[in-house]
């Protein structure tokens, strides 16, 4: 699968060999934060453990059932080659293809404002590209009849219009996608490399799948795929799935799996990103905590809530 594009992430269903995984134990786990000691303390307790829950042991059709994954820590990632913002590539493109019509799709200006809030860079959204005058391969899926758009078509459009300070272009259609013939569908494709990345929200919507709308849809429409989103966005700047903790940048399977993945980075992954960015990890937890009320997402507001606590209080969780 990472064979197709360098930097592939992707959630797709295909057969894969089943093998054994090992839940890391606390000291590969801290050591895969990696050393804190010569930091300052609020820092310390911004890259602390408290309010993490261990990743689960997989079942058997889950993510990490059936792809193998070495993890990566801290030390590792610094250590890579990879990209990061600086001075002249430093915006994040969220590029619409097709429609994203009202009630049927997430809001557009949510995702931007909690791109630019999870990442503390500047989002934009480009104008939005019309399918039919793109000259696009289109086909009628097989065994559902629906239609869907070739990834590579669209990779190969962003490549080329890429903004010279774009670190990263991130196109997202309601259109469904395949990789190529021989496949069923994709959510998503992406080349690290090129820093360009497609994914479809067509697949969280429970229409497509012939089930009713419930009266939370719009808010599981919007949290799907803000998920989705600041996971590919996040392999952008090289981070790779966590095996860690229970974390956004856990591998996901199937759509339950994913439901049950957390919005937050975990230490390792917030590490990462943070030596990536630059963010002031506290001013960033605001940020999201506002969003986070703005749009009603309960559980995440309570949770930045109690994190702030930790990070802001010096004596919070102390003897
Ligand atoms: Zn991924
Ligand atoms: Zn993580």
Not at 13 to 26: C, D, N, V, Y
Not at 44 to 69: C, K, M, T, Y
Not at 188 to 204: H, K
Not at 299 to 318: A, H
Request: charge should be neutral; charged fraction near 20%; glycine fraction near 4%.
């Amino acid at each position: 699968m990472k064979s197709l594009i360098s930097g592939v992430c992707l959630t797709i269903f295909m057969a894969s060999l089943i093998m054994a995984f090992e839940l890391p134990t606390q000291i590969e786990t801290l050591s895969a934060i990696g050393s804190t000691n010569a930091l300052p303390d609020p820092i310390q307790r911004a890259f602390s453990i408290d309010n993490f829950e261990p990743i689960p042991i997989p079942g058997p059709n889950d993510w990490l059932a059936v792809h193998h994954e070495n993890g990566q820590t801290y030390d590792e990632f610094i250590l890579s080659v990879h990209n990061n913002p600086d001075e002249t590539r430093n915006f994040i493109y969220l590029q619409p293809i097709g429609q994203f019509r009202r009630g049927q799709s997430p809001s557009l200006d949510l995702l931007k404002e909690y791109a630019q809030a999870y990442f503390s860079m500047k989002v934009e959204i480009l104008p939005a590209l019309d399918t039919r005058k793109l000259d696009l391969t289109i086909r009628l899926n097989p065994y559902s009849q629906n239609r869907q758009i070739l990834t590579g078509d669209i990779l190969h459009k962003l490549k080329r219009n890429l903004p010279a300070n774009a670190f990263c272009v991130l196109a997202i259609t309601m259109e469904d996608l395949y990789p190529n013939p021989r496949w069923n569908f994709v959510f998503g494709l992406a080349s690290l490399q090129d820093r360009v990345g497609v994914f479809s929200f067509a697949r969280y919507d429970p229409v497509f799948y012939g089930e009713s709308r419930s009266s939370q849809y719009r808010e599981l429409l919007l949290r799907r795929s803000a998920k989705v989103l600041v996971h590919e966005i996040a392999h952008m700047f090289s981070l790779a799935h966590c095996i860690y903790f229970k974390c956004v940048m856990n591998g996901s399977n199937h759509l339950q799996e994913s439901d049950s993945r957390p919005l937050s980075l975990c230490p390792v992954c917030l590490r990462k990103l943070q030596s990536s960015i630059g963010f002031e990890v506290a001013t960033r937890y605001h940020r999201l905590k506002q969003f986070y009320s703005n749009v009603g997402f309960i559980f995440e507001q309570d949770w930045v809530t109690r994190r702030l606590k930790k990070i802001e209080d010096s004596n919070y969780g102390q003897d």
